[in-house]
Each structure stands twice: as C-alpha cells, then as structure tokens.
C-alpha cells in the first residue's frame, strides 16, 4: 500500500506544502521568519514554476493555515478536497525535484558550424537543417550563434553597401559575423552544464527576451563541445514538462 493511502488529505496537504517551504527556502536562501506567502512574492522573479503557479501557491499557503488549528502541534481540523490536494502534490514535486531539459526536450540533432566557415556554407547549413540557430565554434570553444535571421539583415545591410553578393558570402567567415555582432551587450546564447532544470531553462528565455540558445555541455564550460541545444521554439515543450 502506497505512503498516500496512509494519508489523509489534509496530512497530504501539509506535508506538500512542507516541501514546497522547505525547497523554496533552502534553494533561495530565505529566512525561516519569511512568511509563506511573502516567500512565493520573492521567489517569483528567480524561479519559473513559482511564478507559473504563484496565485494557487498562495491561496494554498493561506488554505493549510486554514485547516491548521495551532501551528505547533499541526492539529487539523479540515480536509481538502482530493483535486486540490493532487493539484498542490504535483507543484511541490515541480520545485523540489525539477525534470532536466536533457531528459525532457532535448531530442534534436546537434549542429555546430566551424569559426572558418563562410557564409555561403552556413546559409546552405541553416536551409538544410531546418535550424535558425546554430552554435559557433572555434578551437573547440563557442563564439557565438549563426541566427539565420540576423545573418539576413547582416547580408542586406552590405547589399545596401554595394557589394558583389556572391564574393561576400564566399569570402566573409562566419566568425566575421560573429565579431560584428559582439558590439552589442546583450547576450545571446547560455552555456549550462547537463544538469539544467526545465524551471531554470524557463527562467533564463524570461530573463533575457533577445536570448536564441542555451548550449548544454558535460559540465557547462565554455571549452566543450554541446552534447544538448535549447532555443525559443522549445518554449512551449518546456511548459508542457510542467503543466
């Protein structure tokens, strides 16, 4: 017989929400004098599945005070019903042991283009993989990311120059790109190690709207090569990990 059948709701309830108090401030570092609820407000910014599930979190939080007669001896004096209980499991088990992105989205192929490849190479590479995105690498290390769309505007913004196109695309690496790109401050890929959450994955696409990869690596170092690639279209697969 299952640990839940021992159970009642209310003790099935309780102890959700233990996990769920407990992750949350260990993983964040907050303060046992934190209420609940003002603990899920701050948690919101830095973790997805709180903020995905914020406004539920805190009427839970208010519910288990509810059918809590006295804090320290957490004697209960009202059931939940089943479907909040099942409801309120399956977020504490969302925060305290998050899926991994390795085990959950990444399922496509995994394409680099060299730092010494031209644009002509590249562009046929993107036509041919059906990636808008694809890692630059150079001396085993990434550089930068070939994005389909700004090498288009990279291109037309040298056609607007007067150049022959087809002697700019044999004769400009991709590494050129690249280079012209860093001038920008924002960011647009993330190296991680193999061990990223779903919920973190979230969070960096929420961070930075501009971000086009997270590159995964063995131990989330510059110096590998990706064995894992995440883009904006996997948005909506890793909210499907955590609905």
């Given amino acids: 017989m299952s640990e839940k059948a021992n159970l009642s709701?209310?003790?099935?309830?309780?102890?959700a929400y233990n996990i769920i108090d407990q992750s949350l401030r260990q993983r964040h570092n907050i303060r046992r004098s934190l209420s609940f609820s003002d603990m899920i407000r701050k948690t919101v910014v830095v973790n997805y599945i709180v903020r995905k599930y914020e406004d539920q979190l805190i009427d839970y939080g208010r519910l288990r005070n509810a059918i809590i007669h006295n804090s320290s001896d957490e004697f209960l004096i009202a059931e939940p019903h089943t479907d909040v209980v099942e409801e309120f499991e399956k977020i504490a088990d969302l925060v305290s042991a998050p899926p991994k992105v390795f085990d959950t989205v990444c399922t496509?192929?995994?394409?680099?283009?060299?730092?010494?490849?031209?644009?002509?190479?590249?562009i046929k590479l993107i036509y041919s993989s059906s990636y808008s995105n694809i890692?630059?690498?150079?001396n085993g290390g990434v550089i930068g990311v070939a994005n389909?769309?700004?090498?288009?505007?990279y291109i037309g913004k040298h056609l607007n120059y007067g150049v022959d196109i087809d002697?700019?695309?044999?004769?400009?690496?991709?590494?050129?790109?690249?280079?012209?790109?860093?001038?920008?401050?924002?960011?647009y890929f993330e190296?991680?190690?193999?061990?990223?959450?779903?919920?973190?994955?979230l969070n960096l696409f929420f961070q930075n709207r501009k971000l086009l990869m997270i590159i995964l690596?063995?131990?989330?170092?510059?110096?590998?090569?990706?064995?894992?690639?995440?883009t904006?279209?996997?948005?909506?697969?890793?909210?499907k990990v955590i609905e």
Avoid: W
């Fill in 167 to 187: 002697d700019f695309l044999k004769n400009t690496t991709i590494e050129k790109f690249v280079k012209d790109q860093s001038g920008t401050e924002i960011k």
């Fill in 108 to 122: 496509k192929e995994v394409f680099t283009v060299e730092h010494s490849t031209n644009l002509y190479d590249v």
């Fill in 191 to 201: 190296v991680c190690d193999i061990n990223l959450t779903v919920e973190k994955a």
């Fill in 148 to 153: 389909g769309q700004k090498i288009l505007d």
């Fill in 9 to 15: 709701n209310a003790e099935r309830f309780v102890k």
């Fill in 135 to 138: 890692p630059v690498y150079k």
């Fill in 217 to 230: 690596t063995p131990s989330g170092m510059l110096q590998e090569m990706p064995i894992g690639l995440i």
């Fill in 232 to 239: 904006p279209t996997d948005i909506m697969d890793l909210n």
